[in-house]
């Protein structure tokens, strides 16, 4: 019977960390991967292991969420403060409303965009001019806005006050968040 070679991605992590993880390389180990973040888990795991999965996870998820809306902090009715009390800047601040609305919906050829010279998935923005009837559709000149952010997401930062001009900016800008 041919032996099987194993790969063991685990060489460079310490050996009380592949301890307390229990990796179990021979019945394989599974990658769950994104910019900026890598998870690392077994393929077969007991009930015990899901629960403190699942908690593990929520207790992150819970804590980068907490960390991205203080970077972004309270919407001052992003600052036009003139208009209602502090408590209501937030819920009545027109500028994250909108925000709230945008989608990234505006969909050009490639064969058009060619010709303009923009790149097949470069972000557009679009400027008006009503009294010509036009619409002008330029680069954006930024790979992330608001409209990358899940709709639950933003419901949630809405709700609790978090300015979504500042989230819109941090994305925009590719600003670095210190999250420890
Ligand atoms: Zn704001
Ligand atoms: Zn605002």
């Known amino acids: 019977m041919k032996k099987e070679e ?18 179990d390389v021979k019945s394989g180990l599974a990658l769950a991967i994104a910019p900026g973040v890598l998870v690392l888990r077994n393929k077969k795991m007991t009930a015990m292991n899901l629960v403190n999965a699942i908690t593990t996870f929520s207790a992150l998820g819970a804590d980068i969420t907490a960390k991205l809306a203080k970077a972004c902090g309270f919407c001052d009715n992003c600052g036009d403060f003139g208009k209602g009390t502090p ?82 900016e941090a994305l925009r800008l590719e600003r670095k968040i210190d999250v420890g």
Do not use: H, M, Q
């Open 6 to 23: 194993i790969i063991n991605p685990l060489t460079e992590i310490p050996d009380e960390i592949v301890a307390t993880c229990e990796f």
């Open 87 to 168: 408590a209501s800047w937030a819920a009545e601040c027109a500028l994250c409303e909108e925000l709230l609305d945008i989608k990234n919906d505006i969909r050009v050829p490639d064969y058009l965009r060619d010709k303009a010279g923009i790149n097949s998935n470069a972000k557009l923005s679009a400027e008006t001019d009503e009294e010509r009837g036009e619409i002008i559709l330029s680069e954006a000149g930024y790979d992330y806005d608001i409209s990358d952010v899940p709709p639950e997401l933003l419901e949630v930062f809405r709700l609790s006050g978090v300015c979504l001009g500042e989230l819109d």
